[in-house]
Nanobody, 123 residues
């Protein structure tokens, strides 16, 4: 398994931007599908975005399409989530996830998880 460490969360006003980072340990990072999920208080953890091991394929939840961008830097073993035009409903704990074999949007598709970083969007 890979160890994941998220950073970059914080408090931002609606319409603002944040960039989340997820640093992964291990030399096999380039083989992993990487994803971002989020969980708001009282709600289920939901899919946000995923990127393939090569970076050639990306997929997004409908709620964030056109506002969020997932990317990866294999030289830094890091995956990013650029979040623009943030809305109060984006408030949640954001989790980084990784898997060496599955490509999907379900929690069960990912075997490794970070501890999460809080994003709060004020109106």
């Amino acid at each position: 398994q890979v160890q994941l460490d998220e950073s970059g969360g914080g408090l931002v006003q609606a319409g603002g931007s944040l960039r989340l980072s997820c640093a992964a340990s291990g030399r096999t990072f380039i083989r992993y599908v990487m994803g971002w999920f989020r969980q708001a208080p009282g709600k289920e953890r939901e899919f946000v975005a995923a990127i393939s091991s090569s970076g050639a394929s990306r997929t997004y939840a409908d709620s964030v399409k056109g506002r969020f961008t997932i990317s990866r830097d294999s030289a830094k073993n890091t995956v990013y989530l650029q979040m623009n035009n943030l809305k109060p409903e984006d408030t949640a704990v954001y989790y980084c996830a990784a898997d060496p074999t599955h490509w999907g949007t379900s929690r069960s598709d990912f075997g490794s998880w970070g501890q999460g970083t809080q994003v709060t969007v004020s109106s």
